[in-house]
């Protein structure tokens, strides 16, 4: 039991909708990231967020946004949705800031489908 | 930019039989961090096994060892003893040392069948 928690666990929306998927990190951790893994692919690296900011993004265009709270929980918002946008989304939890205890502990996972 | 690669879409082996699942990557750091990630259907990635590239020493977790090979960027899995539960697919993932950069390129996966 990793202790990293994602809701909704699917979620279906239409193209050009907007949707927030919620992460709870595990206990003690201050760095969630969030990766988008399209089926039969590795996951691909959204962004990162250390203490409430940003500390990363990968190659993906502004309408993916995201937000940490002060509990360091987090929220991965995506605007205008595509097609191309269904996937699974995973969110990973780890403490930042200490080399030895930077591995990533993932939830299980919202399955966004979009119509 | 860091990638990595796994060369085997799937992969099969008898149960109790030994098998090594492949992973090469590409970088031009020399303080990394290696992984192999398992994500059985339940979609929850399960982290397996890490090694650290300043560390010669292969690491090894009950059952699941790895052969790192930092010369030739190549970091395989060999999994003992297979059981049914290790039926999954399998990622392996690369991180640089230190932030930022906390972030994990994952390769494309390698599934693993399991045969009673």
């Known amino acids: 039991e990793t202790g990293v928690t994602q809701s909704p666990t699917h979620l279906i929306k239409t193209r050009g909708q907007q949707v927030t998927l919620r992460c709870s990190s595990q206990?003690?951790?201050?760095?969630v990231s969030w990766y988008q893994q399209a089926l039969g692919q590795g996951p691909q690296f959204i962004f990162q967020?250390?203490?409430?900011?940003?500390?990363g993004r990968g190659n993906f265009p502004p309408r993916f946004s995201g937000l940490q709270f002060p509990n360091y929980s987090s929220e991965l918002n995506v605007n205008a949705l595509e097609l191309d946008d269904s996937a699974l989304y995973l969110c990973?939890?780890?403490?930042?800031?200490?080399?030895?205890?930077?591995?990533?502990?993932f939830g299980p996972g919202t399955r966004l489908t979009v119509l | 930019a860091q990638t990595v690669t796994q060369s085997q879409p799937e992969m099969s082996v008898q149960e109790a039989e030994t098998v090594t699942l492949s992973c090469t990557y590409d970088?031009?750091?020399?303080?990394?961090?290696l992984f192999w990630y398992k994500q059985p259907p339940s979609r929850q990635m399960i982290l397996v096994i890490r090694?650290?590239?300043?560390?010669?020493q292969n690491a090894t977790e009950n059952r699941f060892s790895v052969n790192f090979q930092k010369a030739a960027k190549s970091f395989s899995l060999k999994i003992s003893d297979s059981q049914l539960g290790d039926a999954a697919m399998y990622f392996c993932a690369y991180r640089r040392a230190f932030n930022p950069g906390n972030q994990f390129y994952f390769g494309t996966g390698t599934s693993l069948t399991v045969i009673p």
């Open positions: 967020y250390y203490r409430e900011e940003e500390n």
């Open positions: 206990s003690g951790h201050n760095t």
């Open positions: 090694q650290e590239a300043y560390k010669q």
């Open positions: 970088t031009s750091e020399s303080d990394y961090y």
């Open positions: 990973a939890s780890s403490l930042g800031g200490d080399r030895a205890l930077n591995t990533q502990y």
